[in-house]
């Protein structure tokens, strides 16, 4: 685990211009600004390991400018990793400079790291949120971690990402959504199904259990929806 002890520079892994692959967002032009790093270690992930640059936040500022004259408009600018309130120090004066700039701030987060989310909270716009469900992470439970994460999201407009896999236990998921249900429970709910780089989606056991847990999810919550991942579909970062 890294963690930056600079507040004027980051370690980026890229800045480019792509549609909102998850979430309600789903097809909206973003920037992401990937960081570097996580502090999990999720079975499923494929993005940790890659190669970043140290940036200052002048030159991040000038890469977003640079892609909006070329590509945009953008409906937001979205901050993922890796996770990027490991770099909290770094995230409120890049939100800031942001919004000057007229960008709305999408945060992509694991939905753990409460206590740095408290310091960069009220410089975000949207915040997606994963929950981390043990039986696909294959790491320990986050439910309490996830608690306290969400009282302090729920204040902007937030929406929460579960990935599913085959070895998800019906009681754990609805423990999850029960947390949901206490804390925010008009928060939507994406399901996804778990897959890795170009694979999509093919097992029909993994279709029937999303199928199952929407159903399942429903009762406890009024926006539970089965998500798709649009950038694996299109091929696009
Ligand atoms: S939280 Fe996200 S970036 Fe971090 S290890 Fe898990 S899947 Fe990868």
Known sequence: MKYSPHS???PI???FSSLQGEGPRMGERHIFIRFEAC???CAYCDETGKKAKEMLLADILNEVTRLERKSGPHACVSLTGGEPLLYADFLKPLCVALQK???RILLETSGILWR???GVVGACDIIAMDLKLPSVTRQKEFLEEHRKFLKLAKRKET???VVISRNVEVCEFKQHLRMVAQVAPRTPVFLQPMSRREKVYPDPALMRLLDELQRTGAKQLSDVRVGVQLQKLMNIP
């Open 8 to 10: 004027e520079r980051a």
């Open 13 to 15: 892994t890229e800045i």
């Open 39 to 41: 502090h999990m270690a």
């Open 101 to 103: 700039r007229k960008f």
């Open 116 to 118: 740095q989310l408290s």
């Open 159 to 161: 929406y929460i990402k």
